[in-house]
Every structure is written in C-alpha cells, then in structure tokens.
C-alpha cells in the first residue's frame, strides 16, 4: 500500500512540475539548420513596451517579411508552425504580438491601446528589421484587423515596404453584419436547418460567429475555432500561460481600443497607395466578406494590384491552403524584387 500511495504522489509531483513548467517556460522555437539560419524567440523593447516577436528564415540574408496579425488583439504567431516553413525557404518570417496581444498580454498598458500608437509601434518594428538585416525595404503581410493597421501604414511610410500583402483585407465594417446575416440564413436555408435561423433571430451578434463557422465562413473545411485551437496548443512558441492570455488580450482589446487615426471607413479614405499591393482572398470568406475585399480592389490606386483567389478557403488562407499560399507569396517576390 505504501508503494502505491508513493507511485501515487511521485506521478503527482511529476504532473505539477510539467504543468509547472508549461506553465512558466517562455517558449522556444525550433532550430534551422543551416550556416546563415535564423530562429529565434525574443522580447523586444517597441513604443516603450516588451512585445515578442518569433523570427524564422533559412537565411537571414532573404528578404524580410512582417506579418500582422488580426484581432486587433488576436496573434497569428501560435500559428506559424503549421502554415510558414515553406515560406521560411523564401523570406525571413517575422510573427509580431502586438502590445497586449498572445505573449505581449499586460493589462497595465489599456491606455495605449489606439490604432496612432500600433502604426507607432509598427513603423518602429520595421525599421528595427531594416537595420538588423540591412535592407531598405521589407514585405508587409496583414490578416483581417491586420489589413487595417496595414493600409494605414503603407499609406503613410511607403519607403519601408517592397510590396504590401492583405489577407482578408478589410474595406467596410458597417455592411459586414448585414452581410455575414445574409449568408448564415442563406447556407440555413440551403440544408433546411431552421434552428440556425431562429438562433441568430434570437440572439443576433452573440452568436455570429458560431454561426459563420458552422457553415464555413470563418474556416470553409471546419464547423468550429476547434482546429486552430489544437493548432495553437501544439506551439513550442508558447506556453500555457501565453495560451491563457490570448482571450484576455481579445477582451482587453475589446473594452480599450480606440480608433484615433481617420475618420470614417478604410476604403473612403485610403484610397492611393504608392506601392504595389495585393489582396489574398478566400472564395467562402465572411469574416471580412469577398464582396467588399473586391470593392476595395477596384477602388484603390497603387502602381501596381492584384487580387488573388484562393478557392478553397475562407478567412485563413495561409492556414487553410498554406503550399498554395507559399506559392502565391513567390510569385509576389519575384514580381517585386528590386533585381527583377
């Protein structure tokens, strides 16, 4: 018996102390093997606060490309391991969250959450990178929320950027409801699931989005967040406690977050950029709605545009098709490299 109850509490401390570990650990991200190979996890001083950002490339000498996530507080880096290494043979990857965001959550900095300071907090990131990894120029991908932060910023500083790419880019905020509405009774309709109607009669904008994944217009292969939580939780780059703080930055975020930049919608005050810009679209997305993406495309001038279709995803489709992805983001550099 008392071998048993030792077992016992042995296989308990050994469980508190992995927890324990999970729990505190910082994270780590794989090694690149390779002589001029870069992976590396860090914690960098942006705007006067600590912000992490994963840095992954078979070379450090390719060009740089900085990703911006959604939400506005929602990170993409617990992503990065199942969508990127095929872009890691072509760019050097940079996955930022953003202050208050995934592995940068504080709740203390509430007050500096405005979009003037992200457009800060970016163009400083940016020249960061210029100068660590000599280039005049770096590619700048955003994703939903991110397609925000990003117009905003290639509008203003069009020096720093090759090429700019928005993946899901948003256009209008105010139809997007009436849209993604439109759809979910359309898709109800269509396999005679009147519950679905009745539920978002009843409870509208609290269940939208369950709504807008249970027929594929958040992710068009899954019904649920489910697979990117299993994603997420797969990360090396994170711990439990970094997993923990995602929803806490989202709610954060949602409570704090003032829009102080311009004044109406992106799409009426954005309308010229100086660098060549390409719109990443899925078919079935309605998280920020094709239709709009497709509004936008047509009405913004840039010396360049292309909008690019990805036929089987909807929101995500670098999580969704990331070789199809890869693919396109090659055809962006070799499009816009300055030796071309």
Excluded: C
Excluded at 21 to 30: A, K, Q, V
Excluded at 72 to 84: E, N, R, T, V
Excluded at 202 to 222: N, Q, W
């Amino acid at each position: 018996m008392k071998k048993a109850v030792w077992s016992i509490v042995w296989l308990a401390a050994v469980g508190l102390g992995l927890m324990s570990y999970l729990w505190f650990t910082p994270g780590r991200t794989p090694a690149i093997h390779g002589p001029n190979s870069v992976a590396s996890l860090e914690r960098l001083r942006i705007g006067g606060v600590d912000q992490y950002v994963l840095i992954r490339g078979n070379d450090a000498s390719l060009p740089v490309l900085l990703f911006l996530h959604g939400g506005p507080g929602m990170p993409a880096m617990y992503l990065a391991h199942a969508f990127q290494r095929e872009l890691e043979k072509e760019f050097v990857v940079v996955q930022w969250d953003r202050r208050a965001a995934g592995k940068s959550y504080r709740e203390d900095i509430s007050s500096t959450l405005t979009t003037e300071q992200l457009v800060a907090d970016t163009v400083e990131l940016t020249n960061m990178l210029r100068a660590r990894f000599r280039q005049d120029r770096i590619y700048l991908v955003g994703h939903s929320w991110g397609t925000y932060l990003g117009m905003l910023v290639i509008a203003r500083h069009p020096e720093l950027y090759r090429a700019y790419v928005g993946i899901g880019q948003l256009a209008r905020s105010s139809p997007i409801p009436g849209i993604q509405d439109e759809y979910i009774r359309q898709s109800a309709r269509r396999i005679g699931d009147q519950d679905a109607i009745k539920e978002l009669e009843e409870k509208g904008a609290s269940v939208r989005e369950t709504l807008l994944f249970k027929f594929g217009g958040e992710i068009h292969s899954a019904k649920s967040f489910m697979p990117l939580l299993l994603t997420g939780l797969a990360a090396p780059e994170y711990s439990l406690r970094d997993a923990r703080n995602i929803p806490k930055g989202v709610s954060l975020y949602s409570r704090n977050f003032v829009y102080d930049s311009i004044s109406g919608e992106l799409m009426d005050v954005v309308r010229q950029v100086e660098i060549p810009v390409y719109f990443f679209t899925g078919r079935y997305d309605y998280t920020d709605p094709f239709t709009l993406t497709e509004q936008y495309f047509s009405a913004i001038n840039a010396p360049e545009k292309h909008i690019v279709w990805f036929e089987e995803s909807a929101h995500f489709p670098f999580y969704e098709e990331p070789v199809a992805f890869a693919r396109q983001m090659r055809v962006v550099l070799t499009a816009t490299s300055p030796t071309r």
